[in-house]
């Protein structure tokens, strides 16, 4: 049994010795920062621009923007020839349809 462990147990022992003492030099690379005074934190004061929603139906282009919808009828040479404002509560960022006349909206969970 004594023979059994020096043939197995010693180089076995040796082995885990020398994948321990790896696993710890990498996990130190791991853990090194690239440069002085360097964290993996991202800064929170980011701010994005309000992109208005775009809808189109019957020849005409609706964009949603700070409660008002904007209707823009465009020509062939890719010109407005028509705009008109149309005042709603439609809520920022959230998907509508509209016929020109009636809009149905998102309102607290549901549709309005």
Known sequence: MREKLKVFGIPI???????????????????ELPQPNWSRSLP????????PQ???????????????????TINDEMSV???????TKITRGYPFWTDGNEFIYYKAGNLV
């Open 13 to 31: 022992g040796i082995m885990l010795l020398f994948i321990a003492a790896l696993f710890f030099h990498q996990l130190l690379l791991v853990k």
């Open 81 to 87: 020839a028509d705009e008109r404002v149309i005042d």
């Open 44 to 51: 929170l004061d980011f701010t994005s621009k309000e992109r």
């Open 54 to 72: 775009v809808f189109q139906n019957n020849g005409e282009l609706y964009l949603s923007s700070k409660g008002k919808i904007h209707a823009f």
